[in-house]
């Protein structure tokens, strides 16, 4: 996905990223690989773990192995890390956040873990870790893992999501504790919510303060018609129907011409890490013209009408408190569309914050809000009352 904001950038950068390559496929190893013996437990539980290469701002970073639950229920093995901060934890245990990444792809070699600039991709590390956050971080069900990656499939991200954090709160001598706040960008804006829905029935052990979506993909039918005449909004179309031909058996070819195919098939196989990326990705985007598809309207379509329905969120318990962040300049999730979802979790009783950012882009909103973000995941640590702007009689 690309916005303007990002368009501007890629020349000035590409000579910087150009040496230092793409994703590194090359480094996936037999650590991502897990038999159906090792793949049976709770949901969780840790399969393996190994040191990452690197460690930032005095930090431990592991690489982890757990499990988690599949689309038909079936015990899955799901990817991540878990950055655990340096010094001494508190009584209760390091205080741990949910992240949640943007679209790095939809391949097993996608997975952020496996990135060159992981640490760089997560908004606010710096200042999650000197408030003594502990950060887990899934790469989500089939990247690292064997795919295929259920794309905008919100139940599986969500699982992915609260499983990290349990798998977090399992790594002997981290000392991580239940409580957590969830945040994520973009498709993980969506992740997040849906495991703040999720987190009462599938994860009880948890402790869910509250969570945090910046441009969060929410009325996913809206999202693809209005995304379809930008290059952005077909690569977006053109992962879900992939995707999902995978996942759930819903055909591409009654939606896609042939001649399309193999475009959607590159751009199946692009992983997202850096601005350098994006270029080949709008190099393709542009060559699938509206043309593409075989009807005018593939969201009105089943199964995949049904299926959009199905992964969009609705409202959340009222016990979590949501900050929303969202760029006015967005041209990949509607900034009305935003707001709308914001005022249906107000009619819900939620208590809900908005923080609006003029001239800011889609890909640069979670950097942009990292600190107010993060002061806001302290206060929920710190017990203090949720603001809202929803009007609400307290």
């Known amino acids: ?15 910087v990223f150009a040496t230092l390559g793409t994703h590194p496929a090359a480094a996936q190893s037999a650590f991502y690989q897990a038999s159906p013996a090792e793949i049976a437990g709770p949901p969780g539980s840790i ?28 015990p899955i093995a ?19 956040v949910g992240w949640a990444h943007p679209t790095t792809g939809i391949v097993p070699r996608c997975a952020p873990t496996l990135a060159i600039f992981f640490f760089q991709q997560i908004p606010g590390l710096r200042m999650m870790l000197e408030h003594g956050f502990a950060i887990a971080a899934t790469d989500y069900p089939g990247l690292g893992t064997p795919g295929p990656h259920p794309y905008l499939v919100g139940d ?4 992915a999501v609260l499983d990290s954090i349990r798998a977090a709160h399992e790594l002997p001598g981290a000392n991580i504790s239940t409580r957590s706040v969830l945040w994520g960008h973009s498709q993980c804006g969506q992740a997040v919510l849906f495991a703040a829905k999720l987190a009462k029935s599938y994860s009880p052990d948890l402790s869910v303060l509250g969570v945090v979506a910046a441009a969060p993909a929410t009325e996913l039918g809206a999202l693809m018609r209005d995304d379809i005449a930008t290059a952005g909004g077909k690569n977006l179309l053109a992962m879900t129907l992939w995707s999902w031909d995978r996942g759930f058996g819903a055909p591409m070819s009654e939606i896609i011409v042939p001649e399309a195919v193999p475009d959607v098939d590159r751009l199946a196989n692009i992983c ?17 013209t509206q043309q593409f598809l075989k009807v005018k309207d593939p969201t009105a ?18 016990s979590v408190p949501v900050l929303i962040a969202q760029g006015a300049a967005d041209v990949v999730v509607d900034p009305p569309v935003t707001a709308v979802y914001a005022k ?3 009619a819900a009783g939620s208590r809900v914050a908005m923080l609006s950012y003029p001239g800011v882009g889609h890909g640069m909103i979670s950097r942009d809000a990292a600190k107010p973000s993060v002061d806001w995941m302290a206060d929920r640590f710190a017990g203090r009352s949720a603001p809202s702007d929803c009007n609400h009689a307290d």
């Open 78 to 96: 799901v990817s991540g890390a878990v950055i655990v901060p340096g010094g001494t934890p508190p009584p209760d245990g390091w205080s741990v």
């Open 156 to 159: 599986s991200e969500g699982r």
């Open 1 to 15: 996905m690309i916005d303007k904001c990002f368009a501007v950038m890629i020349a000035a950068v590409a000579s």
């Open 344 to 346: 249906s979790l107000c």
């Open 47 to 74: 399969i393996r773990t190994e040191p990452m290469r690197d460690s930032w701002f005095g930090a431990r970073t592991l690489r982890v192995l757990y499990r988690s639950t599949g689309l038909k229920g079936e």
């Open 272 to 288: 997202l890490e850096s601005i350098i990326d994006i270029r080949p990705r709008q190099t393709i985007g542009k060559e699938l």
């Open 301 to 318: 379509m089943e199964p995949w009408k049904r299926l959009l329905a199905e992964n969009t969120i609705g409202t959340l318990p009222p």
